[in-house]
Each structure stands twice: as C-alpha cells, then as structure tokens.
C-alpha cells in the first residue's frame, strides 16, 4: 500500500493595509507603545476595513498560495477553512472562498479551533490526503478578529490582529507527518467568545461577553509549560533530536512566551521566527502566515525539517514535525530546471565552504606544528614562539568571527 503525505507546494498570506500601531491604542485605552512592545512583542496590526470580512481575506491568501503552487483553483478537491470570526455562519468561509476561486468540484467546510485551528486544519486535510480520498487541498486560517476584540479592554485589544495565510498540499508517494494534539477542555474558561446569538434583547448584558475574554496569566502560564511539552513530546516520539529541526514555528502570541518555549527546549532563539511585531495575534492565520513568510523569504530550504505548535482556546495545544520537506513543485520544466540549477548551486557554494575551513585548518595545524619543531628539534624558539603565538592569534580572531558571525545570521 502506498504511503501518501500532503507536501506543502504553495504559501499565500493577505493582511489588510490599514495599520493600527501601539499608539493608535494608546489613544484607546489606557496604555502605552512601551508596555505592548515589553510584555508582548506586537508593534502594530493590521485591521480590516468595512468591506473586508473572513471570506476575502481568506480568498486573497489562497489565490497567492494557488499561484505559488502553480496550480489552477479547478484542480483543488477540499478547502478547508480554519476560523473563530465568520462574518457569516452560514454559508461557510470555505464556500465563499470556493465561489471567488471557481473552484468548483471541491468540498469546502470551516474548522473552530482557535489558535491551534490551522494545525488542526493540516492535520485534518493530511488525513484525507494519506487516505487517498482528495489529492490536493487548500488550508487557510483567516480571521477578523478586530470584529470580536473589545477595543475598551486593554487587558485584550492589545494583542490581536486581522490577516490570512494558506498553504497548498498535493499528494505525493512518501514521506512523514506527524503530530500532537492535547485537548483540556476543562481549562476552557481561560479564553472564551460567546456566540452573538444568545443576545435576545437590546441592551442585553450578555452583548460584553460577545467579545473575546481571556484571563491572560493562565493562558500565559498554559502556554509556556504546554508548548515545550507537546514539542518535546513530538521529537522523542518520532525520534528526531532538537539539532534535525531547522526552525520552530509558534503561534504568533506573544514574544516572551516563545523566549520561554525556546530557553525550556535548550535551543537557540534564532530557530524561531517572529512575526508578532507587525500582525499581533492573528489566531488561526498566525502560522500561515509566518510559514508564507519563511518561504518567501528563502529562508526554508528543500529537507527543512520544522516543528509547527500552537495554543489557545479550548484549552488547546498542537504540534507538527517533518510536515515541510519544502519543494518548489515546478510544472513548467524551464522553472524546474533554475530551481535545480540553484540547488546544484547551493551544493557547491557549501562544498567551497567546507573546503576553506579544511584548507583553514590544515593551515594552522601545520604552522603550530612547525613552530613546536622550530623550538624543540632546531633550537630555534625565536622562530617558534612567532609561530605559535601567530597561531594562537589566528584562533582567537577566528573564534571572534564566528561568534559574531553566528550571532548576525
Ligand atoms: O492566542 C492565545 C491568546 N492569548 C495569549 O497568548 C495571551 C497570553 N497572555 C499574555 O500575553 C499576557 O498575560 C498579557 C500580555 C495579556 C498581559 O501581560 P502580563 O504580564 O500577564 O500582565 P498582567 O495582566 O499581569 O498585568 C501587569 C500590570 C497590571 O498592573 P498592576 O496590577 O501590576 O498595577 C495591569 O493592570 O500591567 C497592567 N496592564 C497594562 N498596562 C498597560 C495590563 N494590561 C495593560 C496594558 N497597558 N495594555
């Protein structure tokens, strides 16, 4: 039987032009640029205008993704839709977003599951995708959220932002996908948004609860201690050290809960990417966008093995590894070719790398061996102390270098 997995071949992000930055809240509510930046990492957002809703974000993300992935909306089998902020419930974000594309013979349906719904949504599009049911899915998260944020509560307004990302999978012969999830519903009080339809009359007092309300510590302190966990859960199952993981992708809620995640895990802050500054809390479209622009940037590289996790409402925590072995899926042989040509490139710009350090290596090793012969075969130990100390000297400026080398890149 042949094994099936979903490889991501296009990313699409869209995020509204109008911009909120810390000060326009400022004017809001009770706070300042200086303690959003501090204690969450969010610079501005971005927030939908009047004619903006779920669908046509969720729509503009996925036709950059179809166009990234080369791929016609026809050919598309499932849009599956991850979102807490419908304009509409009925029909679905995922139909609105079928009847824009044309893309006519896929079934489409939206998934609630807050901020861990784009994982959620992958997961659930993967398991279609390794059944053999659809052969290429489009996964969007998007969400309005500015519709459902109490801009009078700064303890919220603070954080979230409007925006969408989508990916493309297509079916391919071969390898892996796995997965976490933790469920706790019990904690679920931390971070809640009733529906809009409980409110029978004007006035209702229920109407404040139709925002979104959060006791922040608790989420906080759920995420900090959850995140690591469900990672390392991850790794340890699937028998994949932290040193195999190139990046760490986690939802885009606060910087200080993923300095945390990153120092819990003993890795490296440089493997998580951020982008928290310019869109806050985008919910379900967090992760997509961020994977959209990890791609666009070059930064993935083909074989990048990533974890992908996330949290919030429910209580819930997700976590995804080896879903990217990132490909640029080329129909047209001429793009193939460049993609192959680069990657031919990027072989032996590292083989010329390697070399140099050798040569590098061999160098020094060579010049302090001479200089421990020059003192303790030939009686020369003027000669040899200048070897030794130049050696010396080379180490040292070669460590400085790559300390610092490593720090910028
Ligand atoms: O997608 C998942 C969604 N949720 C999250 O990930 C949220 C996780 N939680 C958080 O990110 C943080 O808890 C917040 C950023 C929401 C709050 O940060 P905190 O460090 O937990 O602040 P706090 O609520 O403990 O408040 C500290 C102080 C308080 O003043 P006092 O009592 O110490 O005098 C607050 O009244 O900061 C005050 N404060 C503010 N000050 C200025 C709370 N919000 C603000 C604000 N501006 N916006």
Same mark, same amino acid.
């Given at each position: 039987?042949?094994?099936?997995?979903?490889?991501?071949?296009?990313?699409?992000?869209?995020?509204?032009?109008?911009?909120?930055?810390?000060?326009?809240?400022?004017?809001?509510? $009770?706070?300042?640029?200086?303690?959003?930046?501090?204690?969450?990492?969010?610079?501005?957002?971005?927030?939908?205008?009047?004619?903006?809703? *779920?669908?046509?974000?969720?729509?503009?993300?996925?036709?950059?993704? &179809?166009?990234?992935?080369?791929?016609?909306?026809?050919?598309?089998?499932?849009?599956? %839709?991850?979102?807490?902020?419908?304009?509409?419930?009925?029909?679905?974000?995922?139909?609105?977003?079928?009847?824009?594309?044309?893309?006519?013979?896929?079934?489409? +349906?939206?998934?609630?599951?807050?901020?861990?719904?784009?994982?959620?949504?992958?997961?659930?599009?993967?398991?279609?995708?390794?059944?053999?049911? =659809?052969?290429?899915?489009? !996964?969007?998260?998007? $969400? @309005?959220?500015?519709?459902?944020?109490?801009?009078?509560?700064?303890?919220?307004?603070?954080?979230?932002?409007?925006?969408?990302?989508?990916?493309?999978?297509?079916?391919?012969?071969?390898?892996?996908?796995?997965?976490? *999830?933790?469920?706790?519903?019990?904690?679920?009080?931390?971070?809640?948004?009733?529906?809009?339809?409980?409110?029978?009359?004007?006035?209702?007092?229920?109407?404040?609860?139709?925002?979104?309300?959060?006791?922040?510590?608790?989420?906080?302190?759920?995420? %900090?201690?959850?995140?690591?966990?469900?990672?390392? $859960?991850? &790794?340890?199952?699937?028998?994949?050290?932290?040193?195999?993981?190139?990046? =760490? &992708?986690?939802?885009?809620?606060?910087?200080?809960?993923?300095?945390?995640?990153?120092?819990?895990?003993?890795?490296?802050?440089?493997? +998580?990417?951020?982008?928290?500054?310019?869109?806050?809390?985008?919910?379900?479209?967090?992760?997509?966008?961020?994977?959209?622009?990890?791609?666009?940037?070059?930064?993935?590289?083909?074989?990048?093995?990533? %974890?992908?996790?996330? +949290?919030?409402?429910?209580?819930?925590?997700?976590?995804?590894?080896?879903?990217?072995?990132?490909?640029?899926?080329?129909?047209?042989?001429?793009?193939?070719?460049?993609?192959?040509?680069?990657?031919?490139?990027?072989?032996?710009?590292?083989?010329?790398? @390697?070399?140099?350090?050798?040569?590098?290596?061999?160098?020094?090793? !060579?010049?302090?061996?001479?200089?421990?012969?020059?003192? &303790?075969? +030939?009686?020369?130990?003027?000669?040899?102390?200048?070897?030794?100390?130049?050696?010396?000297?080379?180490?040292?400026?070669?460590? %400085?270098?790559?300390?610092?080398?490593?720090?910028?890149?």
């Amino acid at each position: 039987e042949k094994n099936m997995t979903g490889k991501i071949c296009g990313t699409g992000s869209w995020a509204p032009d109008r911009v909120w930055d810390n000060n326009d809240l400022a004017k809001m509510v $009770e706070t300042s640029d200086q303690w959003i930046r501090e204690r969450t990492g969010v610079v501005q957002r971005h927030i939908a205008k009047e004619d903006e809703d *779920t669908v046509t974000m969720a729509a503009g993300a996925a036709l950059k993704a &179809l166009e990234d992935a080369e791929m016609k909306a026809e050919e598309i089998d499932l849009i599956l %839709v991850a979102t807490i902020s419908p304009t509409e419930i009925m029909p679905c974000v995922a139909c609105g977003v079928q009847e824009r594309l044309g893309a006519e013979k896929a079934t489409c +349906f939206d998934l609630n599951g807050a901020c861990t719904g784009s994982l959620l949504a992958l997961n659930t599009a993967q398991a279609y995708l390794a059944q053999g049911i =659809y052969r290429n899915a489009l !996964v969007i998260g998007a $969400e @309005k959220l500015s519709g459902l944020t109490d801009w009078t509560d700064r303890g919220t307004c603070i954080l979230f932002g409007d925006g969408a990302g989508a990916v493309v999978l297509r079916a391919e012969e071969g390898g892996s996908y796995a997965q976490v *999830t933790h469920s706790i519903g019990k904690k679920g009080g931390a971070l809640t948004l009733q529906s809009r339809n409980q409110i029978r009359y004007e006035n209702d007092p229920k109407a404040k609860e139709t925002y979104i309300q959060m006791n922040g510590k608790e989420v906080f302190s759920f995420a %900090v201690s959850k995140v690591p966990e469900a990672v390392k $859960e991850l &790794l340890s199952r699937e028998q994949v050290s932290c040193e195999d993981i190139s990046y =760490y &992708l986690l939802h885009q809620a606060n910087e200080r809960i993923i300095r945390s995640a990153a120092r819990r895990l003993g890795e490296d802050i440089s493997k +998580f990417p951020m982008n928290m500054d310019r869109y806050g809390n985008t919910s379900s479209a967090s992760l997509l966008i961020l994977l959209d622009e990890m791609k666009k940037s070059g930064k993935l590289q083909r074989g990048d093995r990533m %974890v992908l996790a996330g +949290f919030g409402g429910g209580l819930t925590a997700v976590g995804l590894v080896r879903l990217l072995r990132v490909r640029r899926l080329s129909r047209d042989p001429e793009k193939a070719a460049d993609y192959d040509a680069s990657l031919k490139d990027e072989r032996t710009a590292y083989v010329a790398n @390697k070399a140099r350090s050798m040569a590098f290596f061999i160098s020094i090793y !060579v010049q302090l061996a001479a200089g421990l012969l020059a003192i &303790l075969v +030939f009686d020369r130990p003027l000669v040899g102390q200048v070897l030794c100390g130049l050696t010396c000297l080379q180490g040292l400026l070669y460590t %400085v270098f790559y300390w610092h080398y490593d720090k910028v890149y």
